[in-house]
């Protein structure tokens, strides 16, 4: 009955045109393909002006957190430790309720996540702090 099931799934699919099975190895439409800069995401330009001086509270994803510990400066150091600490499953964020200028000076210090060498775990954090800090400006920008 299973295989019944099964072999009509299947005869279904191939009748409404689905390609079934493994990709071949030159895939000619380029379905398959993915772009060059698939993790790229600009870096949000650092603000300025009063809104840059407001506390704003973000998460810093773990990753970045054990890379500034290692390569940031003594103010990121400092504002780490004073951080409160999230668990989320396996890993961690630490909550920051700093002002954007200080969440743009740790993104920019913690760039060689983004770099072409680094995993793809690394690129997925500085991404999402990245978009995490465009958000924050453009809440705080006038006219939002």
């Known amino acids: 009955m299973i295989s019944e099931n ?17 990709p071949t190895a ?10 060059d800069q ?8 650092k603000p300025s002006g ?3 001086d407001t506390p704003v509270t973000l998460d810093l994803p773990g990753l970045l957190a054990d890379h500034l510990r290692t390569v940031g400066d003594d103010t990121i150091r400092q504002v780490l430790i004073r951080g409160r600490i999230i668990r989320r499953g396996k890993g961690y964020s630490i909550r920051l309720t700093k002002p954007l200028e200080l ?4 993104l920019h210090q ?3 996540l983004a770099a072409e060498g680094a995993g793809p775990a690394e690129r997925k954090a500085h991404r999402v702090y990245a978009t995490r800090i ?9 006219g939002n």
Do not use: F, I, Y
């Not at 969440?103 to 740790?106: C, G, N, R, V, Y």
């Open 110 to 112: 913690s760039a060689a």
């Open 6 to 22: 099964t072999r009509q799934g299947v005869a279904a699919a191939e009748a409404s045109g689905k390609t079934l099975g493994r």
């Open 26 to 35: 030159l895939d000619a439409a380029g379905a398959r393909q993915l772009p």
């Open 38 to 45: 698939l993790d790229a995401l600009p870096v949000p330009d």
């Open 103 to 106: 969440h743009h000076t740790a």
């Open 50 to 52: 009063p809104a840059a």
């Open 134 to 142: 465009t958000a924050a400006q453009q809440q705080r920008t006038p």
